[in-house]
């Protein structure tokens, strides 16, 4: 094959694939991320019985806009402010209502004399949006928080 039928080909190839048409604009599906999130949120809210070996803490979220991730943390906490240790977790999908949510821990794991806390964030896109005032928890048993309010982050 000469040298000028495979450029002349080579233009035409190119032209053609140009010339397709576009593709279509897919819509946007939830990333993996989002999927596990929106999965742990139904686990979440089907729980069932609360097991006997088992402490609970539960209340409502409110202030977090539709489509933010929210994580909620028992965290043990050290003289510094700092978290030494993670108790139990959760993450829950706003829906920009009141949002329950239910975070089960074991009541052995609960240090003596240490300070332990509730806290939790919101994120959107990945970005950090809202943030929950840390919440003292002071007794590993099942307790009733109330409503918390979200605020916005620094």
Request: charged letters at 15%.
């Amino acid at each position: 094959m000469s040298l000028r039928a495979l450029v002349l080909l080579s233009v035409f190839s190119l032209l053609a694939a140009c010339g397709s048409d576009a593709p279509k604009p897919q819509p946007p599906t939830p990333g993996p991320a989002s999927q596990q999130a929106q999965k742990q949120a139904r686990q979440a809210t089907e729980l069932g019985p609360l097991p006997a070996y088992q402490r609970e803490l539960s209340g409502t979220l409110q202030g977090v806009p539709a489509g933010a991730e929210v994580e909620l943390a028992l965290l043990v906490i050290d003289d510094k402010d700092r978290p030494q240790q993670l108790l139990a977790s959760s993450t829950i999908i706003g829906t920009n209502q009141v949002l329950p949510f239910h975070l089960r821990f074991n009541p052995e794991a609960f240090p003596a004399g240490a300070r332990v806390e509730l806290r939790g964030r919101a994120s959107q896109s990945g970005q950090l949006i809202l943030h929950l005032p840390s919440q003292v928890i002071t007794q590993p048993t099942t307790q009733a928080l109330g409503q918390l309010q979200f605020v916005k982050a620094p």
